[in-house]
T-cell receptor, first 113, second 113 residues
């Protein structure tokens, strides 16, 4: 079975500050991990994904995430927030031997001027 | 290039009425297809997924059903809508391989009144 927990349904940061969105996963098989972003009334777009190999994954728009197996975490970071980063962010897990993708409850990021 | 079409964008239906949402993918063959529902504060809930024509996996027992009559067509249906069926419905597809990214449609906002 697989599950995802996103800590903090709402996160506010000042423009230019560090963005940190937390994601912990549970998986009975080696996981594939994803971060997606959703702008209002739209579908989701992939930011980055981890499958195998390097544990630090770089994505679009300056975001990156680190896979930490010992902590079962895949937190999303960006060194400097921009107003255009305001959106909802979803962490998702899939895994070896499955075609299911399980999403977390999402974190809404607000960027303050 | 591949595209995913989902319609309608908005739908208002009375309780007890039937439902049919359609999703089609172009530019690829034999995709995995998914239906998700997004409700406020609950993230994306996987409803159904399909790895081939006529193959439907149901994740949440409920008032909905899905069908895949053609390779690139995925239909979400209900015989009688409930108030609790309201939400934002998203169709998505991936290539036939594990760990692939999901490509999402633009969604259908369903309001059951």
């Amino acid at each position: 079975a697989q599950s995802v927990t996103q800590l903090g349904s709402h996160v506010s940061v000042s423009e230019g500050a560090l963005v940190l969105l937390r994601c912990n996963y549970s998986s009975s098989v080696p996981p594939y991990l994803f971060w997606y972003v959703q702008y209002p009334n739209q579908g989701l777009q992939l930011l980055l994904k981890y499958t195998t190999g390097a544990t630090l994954v770089k994505g679009i728009n300056g975001f990156e995430a680190e896979f930490k197996k010992s902590e079962t975490s895949f937190h999303l970071t960006k060194p400097s927030a921009h107003m255009s980063d305001a959106a909802e962010y979803f962490c998702a897990v899939s895994g070896v031997g499955t075609y299911k993708y399980i999403f977390g409850t999402g974190t809404r990021l607000k960027v303050l001027a | 290039s591949q595209t995913i079409h989902q319609w309608p964008a908005t739908l208002v239906q009375p309780v007890g009425s039937p439902l049919s949402l359609e999703c089609t993918v172009e530019g690829t063959s034999n995709p995995n297809l998914y239906w998700y529902r997004q409700a406020a504060g609950r993230g994306l809930q996987l409803l159904f997924y399909s790895v081939g024509i006529g193959q439907i996996s149901s994740e949440v027992p409920q008032n909905l059903s899905a069908s895949r009559p053609q390779d690139r067509q995925f239909i979400l249906s209900s015989k009688k809508l409930l108030l609790s069926d309201s939400g934002f419905y998203l169709c998505a597809w991936t290539r036939q391989a594990q760990g692939e990214k999901l490509f999402f449609g633009s969604g259908t906002q369903l309001s059951v009144l």
